[in-house]
Nanobody, 125 residues
Framework: QVQLVESGGGLVQAGASHRLSCAASGRTLSSVTMGWFRQAPGKEREFVAAITRSAGSTFYADSVKGRFTISRDIAKNTVYLQMNSLKPEDTAVYYC??????????????????WGQGTQVTVSS
């Protein structure tokens, strides 16, 4: 079992930077692949970024590549999502997710077994 708690959501202005955190418990980050997903009102949940369990390789959605960075602090068992140059279209509830089973489809929400409660990020224009 993996428990996930997101924090850091809020209201930010377009062009600003903001960081989300996801504290994990139950398993160490070196043994789970972590992902960030988001869901805007009336839209499907979509992949944002992922970091693999052992090598720490990172993957990004095209919409955030070059603006967002996923990272992890294994000592704190926490994953971060640094968001730069935020746009109004980044407004969504952001979810942290984890999986312990190997799968190459890092962008598929159905492959993640554990989810946080979500944190709202609103970007004003």
């Amino acid at each position: 079992q993996v428990q996930l708690v997101e924090s850091g959501g809020g209201l930010v202005q377009a062009g600003a930077s903001h960081r989300l955190s996801c504290a994990a418990s139950g398993r160490t980050l070196s043994s789970v692949t972590m992902g960030w997903f988001r869901q805007a009102p009336g839209k499907e949940r979509e992949f944002v970024a992922a970091i693999t369990r052992s090598a720490g390789s990172t993957f990004y959605a095209d919409s955030v590549k070059g603006r967002f960075t996923i990272s992890r602090d294994i000592a704190k068992n926490t994953v971060y999502l640094q968001m730069n140059s935020l746009k109004p279209e980044d407004t969504a509830v952001y979810y942290c997710a984890a999986r312990t089973v190997y799968n190459t489809y890092y962008n598929s929400a159905t492959t993640y077994a554990y989810w946080g409660q979500g944190t709202q990020v609103t970007v004003s224009s």
